[in-house]
């Protein structure tokens, strides 16, 4: 099955929107402690692609009891993103997640090279 049957609500903490978007103080201040930051293209695009995964995702990620997340995935045919390096390079992302809160709800919308397949 795809898609998410549920009922989900977006997080409204504008630090995990903001940390996904290009010129953001919260996005240039993980590039310069990180390294690099994975960015979508700008806000339209997170929205749209929250907006699929929601539709046609696919559930992702190992079963883990204890894990406080749930998430689904999607690969996209063109970049929806890309990780920002610190020396500028940029390395273009086709794959988006949302992740879902268990206890909650609140999800909140990734971009991402690959789905998650480990426990961490």
Same mark, same amino acid.
Do not use: C, W
């Given at each position: 099955?795809?898609?998410? &049957? *549920?009922?989900?609500?977006?997080?409204?903490?504008?630090?995990?929107? &903001?940390?996904?978007?290009?010129?953001?103080?919260?996005?240039?201040?993980?590039? %310069?402690?990180? +390294?690099?930051?994975?960015?979508?293209?700008?806000?339209?695009?997170?929205?749209?692609?929250?907006?699929?995964? %929601?539709?046609? +995702?696919?559930?992702?990620?190992?079963?883990?009891?204890? &894990?406080?997340?749930?998430?689904? +995935?999607?690969?996209?045919?063109?970049?929806?993103?890309?990780?920002?390096?610190?020396?500028?390079? *940029?390395?273009?992302?086709?794959?988006?997640?949302? %992740?879902?809160?268990?206890?909650?709800? %609140?999800?909140?919308?990734?971009?991402?090279?690959?789905? *998650?397949?480990?426990?961490?």
């Amino acid at each position: 099955m795809s898609g998410i &049957d *549920r009922e989900i609500y977006i997080e409204n903490r504008t630090s995990l929107i &903001d940390k996904h978007l290009p010129e953001t103080e919260k996005s240039q201040r993980e590039l %310069k402690t990180e +390294g690099m930051v994975y960015l979508f293209n700008d806000r339209q695009t997170m929205e749209r692609v929250g907006e699929e995964i %929601k539709q046609r +995702g696919e559930r992702t990620g190992a079963e883990d009891s204890e &894990d406080k997340y749930e998430r689904y +995935g999607l690969f996209f045919a063109e970049p929806i993103g890309y990780i920002l390096k610190l020396d500028g390079t *940029r390395i273009p992302l086709h794959y988006g997640e949302i %992740k879902i809160k268990k206890s909650t709800g %609140k999800y909140h919308v990734i971009p991402r090279t690959r789905p *998650r397949t480990t426990k961490s």
